[in-house]
């Protein structure tokens, strides 16, 4: 039988451990107390249990307190962290323990406090609070306490009975006795290999190579900080393939200090292996002993490094610390690690492995040698097939170094270039393209290094000037390669699309649209990419209507098993842009997610920034707010990794329907600041169009009609542009501004001509409900609420009903009101749409119905036990009276009768008898 995961548990294997602390807190809930020592090595998750725990202890009253190795001689250093939060109640205490306190806080001067009266104040504080509410008492470090506070807490621990106190003291393991030896220990081993396996891969943006996997995972043994920090501190070429020295993880001094000591004592043989070993990726033994064969190394050499505990030859070459094979390479001369590569190089078979073989003899390389290059070249050629942006780009940078002859080195420089900017390394992209300025170049090779400049441009500022010079490289290459015209006038609309109305003079959308008209025609069989250019085009130089053809077979292109990989990588985001400019969400929705799933697998993160947004966004307009936060977070974590300046699309999107307005006001106003300096105007259209639905959601509709009627206009020829029509008629219509959104209207019907999705005719029914009356009105509500049903788009049916609700009680009509408000505001709950839930029961309650607030927080229904105390309190029944009849203490009756309130929100027994 399945074990049921305890739905509080958030730290990946460690579902023991958090339920035996989360026990602990619900034990001193009702009245109990215990004391606890977290025990194990260093990075083994202590504190993230703290850090658990301490989110987990709602309605406690939690101190924290941390040993810090440079206060470890100052007496009684970590008891005043732990006192101070506690010190308004220091007049109640005994007048010994006071004085106690007060002397060893130097708040009075005395002879040195008695140690055992200091710990009698402690506790009489402790559990004086806990009156009130449970104390959980969380010490971190405590191998780094003074003495004297270590002695504190291990006398108060030894002494919790009935106090309503948890203390957990984090302690690392050492050789040194501890003072808090024979209290309740909670040790902490290492993750299971499957657990550690999910770890490692969270903790990587790009693919991760199968072997290198592998070792990480042996290397960490279960460790999750080491699990974590070593595919951070690695390349992602690293972790694509092992293409990359392992020295790229900054170690501190004193850790390198003492494994270089320990290594000094080694034979140099031993030395030699062990520096083999580090300069394998994968730990494979048998490569180890070939490899060491090559040198001369004897099999005995193993023997000291696994006396020392350093060295494990089994199955898999590992070492004991997760750190030590970065340690090992580091120490290392250029020359020894020369030598190591060689013999490893030797010992790779060319024929199973050439990827590793040809890396093996690059990194052996003194000086330039063609042979490795070209060699170096086919390996990228491999990777890219694979999808390994950032090996062959790890490849193609290792090739650029080894060859000698300029015209080659130029060509190879600029391919490396680009594999570079598409795995999200834009400054070596950048150093890679001045490489290739320092040779020779004809004129195709210069237009080359001009749209890389642009690309790079593009990739990380995403502002006004990109679009101007990748349409100027587009130019540029008219008349030298059609297909790289065709590709990069695409990259100049969508760099456009981004500027928005901020682009640079000459770099508009219209610029580039009316560009592409004369550009030279793709051939007798167009790619996908050109339909969707041509589509796209169209759009600003002949109007929505004429461009819907061309943007269908684009879109049913894209959606297609027949488009390649790299059309779906560079512009997959595009092509579900261009769906929503014909209202086709649901393919819209495929192709984001597939450009995701393969941005993803392949590491091409700039690619995957985009997409991530683009699918981020219509995850929330299809009410997926789980899957938006992901993909909102993972942007952020790209933007971080790769340095790209790209606005939150998605997280705007998302704040503007979640409706909660504090967080969202916040986002809103920092990236219109930042969109307007950086030259993204679309992210600044974006933001006025999550205002008005925002807004809309508050009923604050004179501030929702400036924002819906400035994001109208911005660029009026975008989707974005039509989403902010559809808030602009209703704000209108809420503001008595008819004519206003009855011209909002007609340019909406414009928008949606000739398009025939539930999508596009839902919304133009409900928009056209809001300015109808009578029959009419309610027949076009119906028509929204039908055809919106048949989509994805579960806020916008949630908001149709709303709206159908709101106009029925308008018209006296109660009963049939009430039906449609509670099945809106019962959407709106299970979406999370905040702000559109209370206006939803605020109408209720208009219509004579109670119904309680709820919000994303809240809304969970009652427990079992929870529903039975709420009943007996509705009887009359106190709380010894609940307590008595459920077997509880009042207290925890008390407790759980502040998360009913909360979660029905209420505040009193009157109101919950309501």
């Known amino acids: 039988m399945s074990r049921q995961r305890d739905p509080r548990i958030r730290l990946r294997g460690r579902e023991h451990e958090c339920a035996a602390l989360y026990a602990y807190v619900e034990a001193a809930r009702s009245g109990d107390s215990q004391a606890v020592v977290l025990r194990g090595e260093a990075g083994i998750g202590k504190t993230a249990l ?34 101070q939060p506690l010190l308004d109640g220091l007049g109640q205490l005994p007048l010994p323990q006071r004085e106690a306190l007060e002397t060893a806080f130097g708040l009075s001067s005395g002879q040195p406090p008695d140690r055992f009266f200091v710990g009698l104040a402690l506790l009489s504080q402790l559990s004086g609070h806990a009156e009130a509410r449970p104390v959980v008492c969380l010490v971190d470090d405590a191998q780094w306490l003074d003495r004297s506070s270590a002695q504190v807490l291990s006398f108060i621990a030894r002494r919790l009975h009935a106090e309503s106190v948890v203390i957990v003291l984090a302690e690392r393991d050492g050789d040194a006795p501890s003072e808090f030896e024979g209290l309740p220990e909670l040790r902490l081993h290492g993750l299971s290999n499957d657990d550690a396996g999910e770890l490692v891969t969270s903790a990587t943006l790009g693919p991760l190579d199968t072997l290198v996997r592998g070792r990480i995972i042996a290397e960490a043994r279960g460790n999750p900080l080491a699990l974590l920090e070593l595919p951070r501190g690695r390349s992602s070429a690293a972790l694509a393939g092992g293409f990359s020295v392992p020295d790229r993880l900054p170690l501190p001094s004193r850790i390198e200090a003492s494994y270089r000591r ?73 020359t020894e690690r020369r030598s190591a590569h060689r013999a490893l190089g030797a010992a790779t078979d060319p024929e199973i492995d050439p990827d590793r073989h040809a890396w093996h003899r690059a990194q052996a390389s003194l000086g330039p040698d063609d042979d490795v290059a070209a060699e170096l070249e086919r390996s990228a050629g491999r990777a890219q097939a694979r999808g390994g942006l950032a090996a062959a780009a790890a490849f193609l940078q290792r090739s650029v170094a080894l060859t000698q002859e300029p015209t080659r080195r130029a060509d190879r420089a600029l391919a490396a270039a680009q594999a570079s900017l598409h795995a999200g390394a834009f400054d070596a ?35 006004r000037e990109a679009p101007l010079l990748l349409l100027q490289a587009a130019g540029k290459f008219e008349t030298l390669d059609v297909r790289l015209s065709r590709d990069t006038y695409l990259d100049a609309w969508a760099a456009a699309l981004f500027a928005g109305r901020l682009a640079a003079e000459g770099g508009s959308l219209l610029d580039v649209s009316r560009a ?57 985001w595009l092509a579900s842009r261009a769906a929503n ?17 393969l941005a993803r697998s392949s590491g091409a993160l700039e690619a995957l920034a985009v997409v991530d947004n683009a699918s981020g966004q219509a995850a929330a307009a299809g009410g997926d707010f789980a899957s938006a936060t992901l993909l909102v977070a993972e942007v952020e974590t790209l933007k971080e990794a790769t340095g790209t300046r790209i606005a939150p699309h998605a997280a705007l999107a998302l704040a503007g329907i979640r409706g909660r307005e504090a967080g969202a006001s916040e986002l809103i106003a920092r990236v219109t600041a930042d969109a307007t300096v ?55 219509t809420r503001t008595d501004r008819a004519e206003l959104g009855r011209d909002a209207l007609r340019r909406l019907g414009e928008h949606i001509e000739t398009c025939d999705t539930d999508w596009a005719l839902g919304i133009h029914a409900r928009s056209s409900a809001l300015l109808s009356e009578g029959g009419t009105a309610e027949s076009l509500y119906r028509e929204a609420i039908d055809r919106l049903s048949r989509t994805q788009l579960r806020p916008e049916l949630a908001r149709a009903h709303l709206l159908f609700g709101e106009w029925l009680r308008r018209q006296r009509r109660r009963v049939d ?66 307590g008595a009849r459920l077997f509880l203490s009042a207290r925890t009756v008390e407790w759980h009768l502040g998360k009913v309130f909360a979660k029905l929100g209420v505040s009193s027994r009157r109101e919950l008898n309501a």
């Open 581 to 597: 400019l014909i209202w086709d969400y649901d393919r819209g929705l495929e192709i984001g997610m597939a450009a995701v799933r």
């Open 50 to 83: 703290l850090d658990y725990l301490a989110a987990h202890s709602t309605g406690c009253r939690v101190i924290r307190a941390v040993g810090i190795e440079s206060e470890m001689e100052l007496p009684f250093a970590a008891v005043h962290q732990l006192s």
């Open 678 to 732: 950086g030259g993204q105007g679309t992210a600044v259209q974006y933001a006025c169009w999550a205002t008005s639905v925002l807004m809309n959601g508050l009923a604050r509709y004179e501030e929702a009609l400036a924002a819906a009627v400035e994001a109208s206009e911005h660029t009026p020829e975008l989707h974005v542009a039509s989403w902010a029509l559809n808030e602009l008629i209703e704000a209108a």
């Open 262 to 334: 320990r290594l000094e004592l080694l034979p140099s043989a031993t030395q030699q292996l062990l520096l083999v070993a580090a300069a394998d990726p994968v730990g494979d033994p048998h490569l180890l002993w070939r490899a060491a064969s090559e040198l001369g190394i004897p099999v005995e050499a193993a023997a000291p490094a696994e006396a020392d505990d350093l060295l494990e030859i089994a199955a898999r070459v590992g070492f004991r610390h997760p750190l030590l094979r970065s340690a090992i390479y580091r120490a290392a001369s250029p």
């Open 817 to 882: 009101a009430r039906e449609q408000l509670r099945t809106a505001h019962d959407m709106l709950i299970t979406i999370g749409m905040e702000g559109f839930a209370e206006r939803a029961r605020r109408e209720l309650l208009a219509t004579g119905e109670k119904v309680r607030r709820a919000t994303v927080e809240t809304r969970d229904r009652l427990t079992a036990q929870e529903a039975q105390i709420a009943q007996l309190a509705t009887e009359g029944l106190t709380n010894p009276e609940i």
């Open 429 to 463: 992209a950048l150093g890679l393209v001045a490489a290739a300025e320092a040779g020779p170049l004809d004129d195709l090779g210069r237009a080359r290094v001009d749209r890389l400049h642009a690309e790079v441009a593009f990739a990380q500022n995403r502002g």
């Open 516 to 572: 592409v008209a004369t550009a030279p025609a793709p051939g007798d069989r167009p790619l996908p990419r050109d339909l969707l250019l041509e589509g796209l085009a169209l759009v600003f130089t002949d109007g929505r209507p004429a461009a819907v053809p061309a943007l269908r077979r684009a879109v049913a292109a894209f959606a297609s098993g027949d488009v390649s990989e790299d059309e779906v990588l560079r512009w997959g």
